[in-house]
């Protein structure tokens, strides 16, 4: 077997026995709620090849994008400040264990009252989410930096900004990483609950409007497309982080 039809195998072996699976189960079953395999296809093709990716799916998209990259930035810019200060860390790891002890779910009502109805809401939604795995693995990250290289730094004058960026940043950043993998399947299921009230778009609105319809195989069509799109962004940020941190996968090696 060559090395292609060996990678082929491993990705896609998964996945086609799963596939094969739901459709033995759909032939033998009189469920109108598991439709076969290929009525949820025809669905996807007719359903997101049309408008909707326009009006629906894209929206999400940028909503999703916009709520995590500014949940990045907060989480990463609180996050090395808390974890460099032992003093602002124990002041501050009682609120931030409080709220991160609140569902966000649980927080729309309180967003909607505050930001409307608007994809303002919903993007502080996703922030709200997706913030506390990247705060949190930053500040590790960085509580966890070698003291020694610190002493060092400060020993031989290194100037703060050279500091943070090639020590703490650079140090914390495989925690970092971390923290943002997590944040995106966060991010997601936040996407799709946001789209779920006071909304006329969105991959999440239109799953419960064919929910609602009866149109089972459009919402199968919707969770697949949900699916597709963590993998692709899951895909992407991996391809991101073996560029960003190959020195961490090179030491490791």
Not at 115 to 121: K, L, N, S, V, Y
Not at 166 to 173: D, T
Not at 194 to 200: D, G, I, L, R, V
């Amino acid at each position: 077997m060559s090395a292609v039809a060996r990678w082929a195998a491993r990705v896609l072996g998964l996945p086609a026995l799963l596939v094969l699976a739901w459709w033995a189960y759909s032939s033998v079953s009189q469920s109108f709620y598991v439709p076969a395999p290929p009525q949820v296809a025809r669905a996807f093709a007719d359903t997101w090849l049309s408008e909707r990716l326009v009006d629906d799916a894209l929206p999400s998209v940028a909503r999703l994008l916009a709520g995590y990259a500014l949940a990045a930035v907060l989480g990463v810019g609180l996050g090395v400040p808390i974890g460099l200060f032992p003093r602002l860390r124990a002041t501050a790891e009682p609120v931030l264990e409080f709220f991160r002890a609140v569902p966000p779910p649980v927080l729309v009502p309180l967003i909607m009252l505050l930001a409307g109805i608007d994809d303002t809401m919903k993007v502080l939604v996703i922030v709200s989410g997706c913030v506390w795995p990247v705060l949190l693995n930053t500040v590790e990250g960085v509580r966890a930096l070698d003291e020694v290289l610190s002493d060092t730094c400060r020993i031989y004058g290194v100037r703060p900004a050279s500091r943070l960026r090639h020590l703490v940043l650079r140090g914390a950043s495989p925690q970092i990483m971390a923290g943002l993998r997590q944040a995106l399947s966060v991010g997601i299921i936040l996407m799709v609950i946001s789209e779920m009230f006071a909304s006329s778009s969105g991959l999440g609105y239109t799953i419960v409007l064919f929910q609602r319809g009866f149109a089972i195989p459009e919402m199968w069509s919707g969770i697949l497309l949900l699916g597709l799109l963590g993998l692709g962004l899951s895909v992407l940020l991996r391809w991101v982080e073996r560029r960003v941190l190959f020195w961490h996968w090179s030491h490791r090696a």
